[in-house]
T-cell receptor, first 118, second 113 residues
Framework: DTGVSQNPRHKITKRGQNVTFRCDPISEHNRLYWYRQTLGQGPEFLTYFQNEAQLEKSRLLSDRFSAERPKGSFSTLEIQRTEQGDSAMYLC????????????????FGPGTRLTVL | AQTVTQSQPEMSVQEAETVTLSCTYDTSESDYYLFWYKQPPSRQMILVIRQEAYKQQNATENRFSVNFQKAAKSFSLKISDSQLGDAAMYFCAYRSDPVKIIFGKGTRLHILP
């Protein structure tokens, strides 16, 4: 396995359009995370899944955003009615829970999808 | 709320020299993890080094080491024998929540040949 993959790598869209991104985690990783990274900033947590269950969502995730992880494998992040403020790099990460407190799992990041909203 | 601060937006170091990147954080938790991630240009973020807060010994990974000062809430990264491939954006990060990592704004490191 070569790591977390994300498609597409780049997406240009017009304001008001819907876009969908895909993330394929490392196989057997049961946790999957979405982050957003704007220019000059570090990544900000959006949401995460454990298997197919979405367990936490940031308040950054407005109702125009929806994420799914059917069957606990790949995940999709959809943004409806895109706005120029949605332009960012969307990063996906995955990890395998190793137990312990706090959890000792390491998050492995994908290359990201760069979204540009015109 | 937990915060992570990296006060050096950019740094430069001569190849083969040593450089230290600074990071401070704010938390009221006693159990947490600290990380340094590297993000090369147009490439994905990778974990450089991790420190558990309950461990007094500073983490080391080959040429990378940290100076963890828990009372001062400081977590600096030292890169020894800098190489051209070390050029990247470096993010300091914190985690106490089981899943959510809080990142600093990053320090862009330039390696001068």
């Amino acid at each position: 396995d070569t790591g977390v993959s994300q498609n597409p790598r780049h997406k240009i869209t017009k304001r008001g359009q819907n876009v969908t991104f895909r993330c394929d985690p490392i196989s057997e990783h049961n946790r999957l995370y979405w982050y957003r990274q704007t220019l000059g900033q570090g990544p900000e947590f959006l949401t995460y899944f454990q298997n197919e269950a979405q367990l936490e969502k940031s308040r950054l995730l407005s109702d125009r955003f929806s994420a799914e992880r059917p069957k606990g494998s790949f995940s999709t992040l959809e943004i409806q009615r895109t706005e120029q403020g949605d332009s960012a790099m969307y990063l996906c990460a995955s990890s395998k829970v190793a137990g312990g407190f706090p959890d000792t799992d390491t998050q492995y990041f994908g290359p990201g999808t760069r979204l540009t909203v015109l | 709320a937990q915060t992570v601060t990296q006060s050096q937006p950019e740094m430069s170091v001569q190849e083969a020299e040593t450089v230290t990147l600074s990071c401070t954080y704010d938390t009221s938790e006693s159990d947490y993890y600290l990380f340094w991630y590297k993000q090369p240009p147009s490439r994905q973020m990778i974990l450089v080094i991790r420190q558990e807060a309950y461990k007094q010994q500073n983490a080391t990974e080959n040429r990378f080491s940290v100076n963890f000062q828990k009372a001062a809430k400081s977590f600096s990264l030292k890169i020894s024998d800098s190489q051209l491939g070390d050029a990247a954006m470096y993010f300091c990060a914190y985690r106490s929540d089981p899943v959510k990592i809080i990142f600093g704004k990053g320090t862009r490191l330039h390696i001068l040949p």
